[in-house]
């Protein structure tokens, strides 16, 4: 029974190499080495970058006889990132499998579905260890002129640090599905939940930089002082240095900690497995509706849709928190950034910050995958009486409305910070909706060109689409232009304000003709998907 388990967990991890996340349709055996090849490549990417942030450290560290602290700092950085990339997926792993019931119908043991399916989070968190912790140990056999410990101990550090990692990943997935069991809104609590863990990795990643820095500086005094101070991370250290009393130990905690977490979590895991999260008894009441204009009814369904789409927002949306984010900081380092712009031209500094708002209002990309994420809801959305102008124009106005007053505010911050008067800026404010205007109708043409109806997994529309990859990219393209386009015409002794009326005026006049084909081809385009 264990064994049927874990060869179904294995499936399903290896299910993306074998069948079309798009189609659901199994991939053809050059569709399988294709996509192997290129998740090899990515991989190898990924551990060159880290061997790249290693190799320096272990050049600093280990000729001073710091081995323990090279290894520390290294295996801190391999367990953030195993533990923020499998949290995103245990939830997912644990309680929102497709086959719970069916599970639940045989003769198994929650239990036995619990250990199986903890076994998955396993695998997933040691694979993204690994990506940190190879590169980690390749660099240390470069630097150390006696490296045989530390290799023959990686592979039993590996193991328990990812036991380590399942467990945190386990925890955080356990307290997602508790909220979520009380939680009326499950996707804003899981929009919530995944800010703030980007919020923690973000964190975690500056406490590791300021580390590094400090090592680098003074990397004696900082040694002694750390093992002074935290004798674990001192145990830990030594276990990965190849020290046999400090790896028995740290596999002997790792162990403990997944058998106490399988103990406490085990016995109310069929409660929580069998429980809809968010679900509670409906109650109808008669009450009179209010009637709405169509307009306003299909851009309240489109910011209902988004809403309850946590994928689409997290990653179509983001630049609609991250735009008053960088506003505030900008007010908030205004001496700062005032020095930085100091070697520019006082009259290039609002094309400037034109072009860098226009680069992260590029980020959002709402309208690309807004078609295809009707799915097979389209021919209901089709069945309504209004045209599919409307339609068509309520999903540009949904990123307007989500991308333009955050874009408007970044500006006037900074702005504000770099005292760039009122007449200056409000050329700035006029392209910048020119802009956010021309990415979200050009969002929507390559979403109306490239549809995809037929999707198994969201993600296969919002991250791996044709349509978001191009919109981003192009959007960025066109930030470029917008940035470069009027410095080159202040080359040329064109004004300023001269300048940037010509970048307008282009803009406006992409604008009109993108707005012509949403309208006339674009209409007939979106009436005839099926």
């Not at 190898?44 to 790249?52: K, N």
């Not at 950085?77 to 639940?104: E, I, K, M, P, W």
């Not at 349509?467 to 990219?473: D, G, N, R, V």
Request: charged residues 10%; hydrophobic residues 60%; glycine residues 6%.
């Amino acid at each position: 029974m264990i064994r049927a388990l874990l060869k179904k967990q294995l499936l399903e991890l290896g299910a993306a190499f074998v069948r079309s996340s798009k189609t659901g349709k199994r991939r053809s055996r050059a569709g399988v080495f294709g996509y192997a090849l290129l998740f090899i490549v990515l991989m190898l990417l990924v551990m060159l970058s880290f061997g790249a942030m290693a190799l320096p450290m272990a050049l600093t560290l280990v000729p001073q006889g710091l081995d323990w602290l090279y290894f520390v700092l290294m295996e801190l950085s391999a367990l953030t990132v195993s533990v923020l990339a499998s949290a995103f997926t245990s939830y997912g792993h644990l309680f929102r499998c497709r086959d719970n019931q069916q599970l639940l119908a045989l003769p198994i043991p929650p239990g036995a579905i619990f250990a199986v399916r903890c076994g998955g989070v396993y695998l997933t968190g040691l694979i993204y260890l690994l990506l940190a912790w190879v590169p980690s140990v390749v660099c240390y056999a470069l630097a150390a002129p006696h490296p045989g410990g530390a290799l023959l101990a990686a592979l039993p550090v590996a193991l328990a640090l990812a036991g380590v990692s399942m467990v945190l990943a386990v925890l955080l997935g356990w307290a997602v599905a508790l909220l979520n069991r009380r939680a009326r809104h499950k996707s804003l609590v899981t929009v919530v939940g995944t800010l703030l863990f980007l919020a923690v990795y973000y964190a975690v990643f500056q406490w590791v930089g300021n580390a590094v820095d400090a090592l680098v500086l003074d990397a004696v005094q900082a040694g002694a002082a750390a093992s002074r101070a935290v004798a674990p991370l001192h145990l830990l250290g030594l276990a990965a240095v190849g020290s046999a009393p400090a790896l028995l130990l740290l596999l002997a905690l790792a162990v403990a900690c997944m058998v106490l977490c399988g103990k406490a979590l085990a016995k109310p895991y069929l409660r929580l497995l069998t429980l809809e999260p968010g679900k509670i008894k409906a109650e109808y009441r008669a009450k009179a509706q209010k009637k709405q204009p169509p307009h306003r009814a299909l851009l309240r369904r489109e910011l209902l849709h988004l809403g309850a789409c946590p994928m689409w927002l997290l990653n179509c949306a983001l630049s609609s928190l991250l735009l008053p984010v960088l506003g505030v900081a900008a007010l908030w380092k205004a001496a700062d950034l005032r020095a930085f712009t100091a070697a520019y031209l006082p009259e290039s500094l609002p094309m400037l910050v034109c072009g860098m708002v226009c680069t992260a209002a590029a980020m959002n990309f709402i309208t690309a995958p807004s078609v295809s994420l009707e799915g097979d809801t389209l021919r209901l959305l089709q069945s309504l009486p209004v045209t599919p102008q409307q339609v068509l124009r309520a999903k540009v106005e949904l990123q307007l409305l989500l991308t333009l007053p955050a874009a408007w505010l970044c500006a006037g911050c900074a702005m504000a910070a770099l005292r760039i008067p009122a007449g200056q800026g409000l050329p700035v404010l006029a392209v910048l909706a020119a802009f956010v205007w021309l990415t979200a109708q050009l969002g929507l043409v390559l979403g109306l060109c490239l549809p995809n109806l037929h999707w198994v997994s969201e993600a296969a529309v919002v991250k791996r689409s044709a349509a978001s990859m191009l919109a981003m990219f192009g959007g960025w393209l066109l930030a470029g232009g917008v940035l470069f386009l009027p410095l080159t015409l202040l080359d040329y002794a064109v004004p300023p304000l001269a300048a940037q009326t010509v970048c307008l005026a282009v803009l406006l006049e992409l604008n009109l003709l993108l707005h012509r084909w949403l309208c006339t081809r674009g209409a007939a385009r979106f009436a005839a998907l099926h």
